[in-house]
């Protein structure tokens, strides 16, 4: 019974590995750390059993490495590897330590500096600024050779030489380039906050997932103790005739729930822990406490969210720019038709011979010309752009709409989950406890039956873990409401790209 709860309170495996050249056996040990000797250069730890080798037990291992004996703790969960018949660790490394205390703004600033989807927006800044500087840039000039009659014809003569061309851009037509390319950096930086607000907010929402796995593991912890208690207590009674064998094995599977119990809540805290390390950008972050209030609840309205919401969403910010850019567009499309001056200047040796003998030597021409938009007066991409100012106003009402929707949604979820933790702690909660102590104070006394004691056990840790649940499910629905509903921080940042000729591309922006 005593290695069955060892192994669930600790939640330890071992995992064979290849074994050493010597033939010996190696292993992986996860285990907690109970005692540190770094005198004698040595750590108690409590392993789970391996099978073919030792069952769960408290043993004192010598440490391979002495650097990493100066960095465990007593109540640190490591791992290491041993070989079968070698009571040494090596390569010893601590998973978790209860000595270590990571609060919010710590991982947030974690999350802002390795999530790589935030390397991401800074590229996509750079991809931005360097296509408004683009935009802005003068045609090149054309520089090239001229020849005419250059066997001579008649005279024996010729003309050769080269010529410079350049587009003289009228209209204003670079400065509406720009402005498109500036606007789309814009929504480029639009779509960086975006990017930003989605890491915090999925942060936020983790970090108190993991603290709600982190109470609910210390829940499960108490109600192994008390079933513990239980059991000892029935077996105390069963030796002086006051409890009946039915009692005393109802209480062994009680204890055995509970173990049960605190193994799953372990697990999953370890599996939230995970994920977490994953959105912060380290996934071999070593687990650590939290530090937080969980029934700091946030208090929310929601008239005054919605406002908010419409007025600071950074999603209406990005609607309101597309519509501002598809105007701009509609400028730079009316634009484009406006010819521009192609001005050449040519200059070339003439090698006719004049009545003297001497050649005509150095000659220059020039020609101007425009293109005459008789045909094609770019009349489809004004029309395209025409439609596309319609379809970005449209989009805008489409998020306006879109937002209130899910605030309304989720302020259902919020008020429903605060009123419910509300409930739970000052009226069921009480209560139960009240009946639960009384029904083991009377049955202590001989003067009630276990069974009472039981059903009021299993109601007053039911009424835990449902708390729990109600304030883990408020602080999600409130960390929505205030992050606009953004979440997760690895999907990739949208991005605003012109593909130069034939018009403006949107870059595609995460959906929620």
């Known amino acids: 019974m005593k290695a069955i709860l060892a192994s669930a309170i600790i939640g ?31 750590l108690t730890v409590t392993n789970e059993p391996i099978a073919g080798w030792m069952d769960t037990m408290t043993m004192s291992y010598a440490v391979g490495d002495e650097d990493a004996l100066q960095r465990v703790n007593a109540g640190d969960r490591v791992t290491a590897k041993v070989y079968e018949g070698d009571l040494t660790l090596y ?17 947030e600033k974690m999350a802002l500096a390795s999530n790589p989807t935030m390397a991401q927006v800074r590229a996509n800044l750079q991809v931005a600024s360097g296509l408004v500087r683009q935009a802005g840039l003068y045609p090149n000039p054309v ?33 509406a380039a720009r402005r498109v390319a500036l606007l789309q950096a814009n929504e480029t930086a639009t779509s960086g906050e975006v990017q930003r607000l989605r890491i915090q907010n999925n942060v936020r929402a983790l970090f108190y997932e993991v603290l709600a796995a982190q109470r609910m593991v210390e829940v499960r912890q108490n109600l192994v103790k008390l079933a513990g208690d239980a059991v000892v207590t029935s077996e105390e009674l069963g030796n002086v005739g006051q409890a009946d064998r039915p009692d005393i094995l109802q209480a062994e599977v009680e204890q055995e729930q509970a173990a049960v119990g605190l193994r799953v809540a372990q697990q999953n805290l370890e599996a939230s822990w995970r994920v977490m390390a994953a959105v912060v950008g380290k996934p071999d972050l ?6 937080g209030d969980l029934e700091a609840i946030p208090e929310l309205n929601y008239s005054e969210w919605t406002a908010a919401a419409l007025r600071d969403s950074p999603e209406v910010k990005l609607a309101q720019q597309g519509v501002e850019r598809a105007e701009a567009e509609l400028v730079e499309a009316r ?5 521009d001056l192609q001005i050449t200047g040519i200059f070339y040796q003439n090698y006719e011979a004049l009545p003297n003998g001497k050649p005509a030597g150095l000659m220059g021409g020039a020609q101007v010309g425009i293109q005459l938009p008789v045909f094609d007066r770019n009349q489809g991409n004004i029309a395209a752009a025409k439609a596309r100012i319609e379809n970005a106003k449209q989009n805008l009402v489409r998020v306006k709409l879109e937002l209130q929707r899910n605030l309304a949604d989720l302020f259902r979820g919020y008020d429903s989950a605060r009123v419910t933790a509300e409930q739970y702690k000052t009226q069921m909660l009480p209560r139960a406890q009240q009946a639960y102590e009384m029904y083991r104070s009377n049955y202590r006394k001989m003067a009630g039956a276990y069974p009472q004691v039981l059903i009021s ?54 959906v929620r």
């Open 12 to 42: 330890l495996s071992w995992i064979p590995i290849q074994a050493q050249s010597s033939g010996k056996k190696s292993f992986v040990l996860y285990g907690k750390v109970e005692a540190v000797d770094t005198a004698a250069k040595r």
């Open 91 to 107: 390569d010893l490394q601590v998973v978790s330590s209860p000595h270590v205390v990571l609060r919010l703004d710590e991982l």
């Open 143 to 175: 520089a090239g050779y001229y020849s005419d009659q250059v066997r001579g014809g008649l005279y024996g003569g010729g003309e050769q030489g080269g010529f410079i061309s350049q587009d003289i851009v009228l209209g204003g037509k670079l400065g």
């Open 286 to 291: 070593p687990r650590a406490n939290l530090e």
């Open 457 to 510: 056990q299993r109601t007053l840790f039911q009424l835990q873990t449902d708390y729990i649940q109600a304030l883990e499910n408020t602080w999600q629905s409130g960390l929505l409401i205030r992050g606009f509903g953004l979440t997760d921080g690895l999907v990739a940042p949208g991005i605003m790209v012109s593909p130069g000729a034939g018009g403006t591309v949107p870059g595609s922006y995460p």
């Open 335 to 339: 634009k484009a038709p406006i010819p």
